[in-house]
């Protein structure tokens, strides 16, 4: 399976401001995907991102709130704009690996932003 | 729509002894099923999935799961456990039936099962 980086791995960031999350893939694939944990909380997914498209969002999430960047096939960008302490959560990217119809989808570790 | 239920939040064992992580899901058409687990200040790692075939699926660490079309689960079980096994541990659906469009691979969790394993 493909290794997935995020970067930071951690924020504290203020009400107000933004933050881009970086996630870096070590083998080119097609489709990525952005999921958040809310304390306490499951998954949810945010939006899938391909490379050469706009970033399909789920309901609930907008993209003025979550730009998305998919600039090749080994990196994705998640911005959180205009942050409030709803924000807090756990940001999970994720691939999509594996025979069609028959996908398996891996994590990276994962960004923990905690919002003032 | 589907959905998964976890109706356990908590799971106790004794090191050595066998567990179960119950999952129950709901789809309307056919089902992918997967199981995570996410250690402590980790991402989530893949440890199973069904697709299709056998019922019975392993995977990781020893992990297996057992697929019942007939009462819609997808419980995880181990012989043995280890106190490693300590996590918090998703089972996950996506509907088979759903190759496109948004969501078409939206993978829907349950709210997760924390498993403990004491020495």
């Known amino acids: 399976s493909a290794v997935i980086s995020q970067k930071p791995s951690r924020d504290i960031c203020q009400r107000g401001t933004s933050l881009t999350i970086q996630c870096q893939v070590d083998s080119q694939v097609t489709m990525m995907f952005w999921y958040r944990q809310q304390p306490g909380q499951s998954l949810t997914l945010i939006a899938t991102a391909n490379q050469g498209s706009e970033a399909t969002y789920e309901s609930g999430f907008v993209i003025d709130k979550f730009p998305i960047s998919r600039p090749n096939l080994t990196f994705s960008t998640l911005t959180v704009s205009n942050m409030s302490p709803e924000d807090s959560s756990i940001y999970l990217c994720?691939?999509?690996?594996?025979?069609?119809?028959?996908?398996?989808?891996?994590f990276g570790p994962g960004t923990r932003l905690l919002v003032l | 729509a589907q959905s998964v239920a976890q109706p356990e939040d908590q799971v106790n064992v004794a090191e050595g002894n066998p567990l179960t992580v119950k999952c129950t899901y709901s789809?309307?058409?056919?089902?992918?099923l997967f199981w995570y687990v996410q250690y402590p200040n980790r991402g989530l790692q893949f440890l199973l999935k069904?697709?299709?075939?056998?019922?019975l699926v392993k995977g990781s660490y020893g992990f297996e799961a057992e697929f019942n079309k007939s009462q819609t689960s997808f419980h995880l079980k181990k012989p043995s456990a280890l106190v490693s096994d300590s996590a918090l541990y998703f089972c996950a659906v996506r509907d088979r039936g759903r190759n496109s469009g948004a969501g078409s691979y939206q993978l829907t969790f349950g709210k997760g099962t924390k498993l403990s394993v004491i020495p």
């Open positions: 789809v309307s058409g056919n089902p992918y």
């Open positions: 994720t691939t999509s690996q594996g025979a069609i119809g028959q996908e398996t989808q891996y």
């Open positions: 069904y697709i299709t075939g056998d019922n």
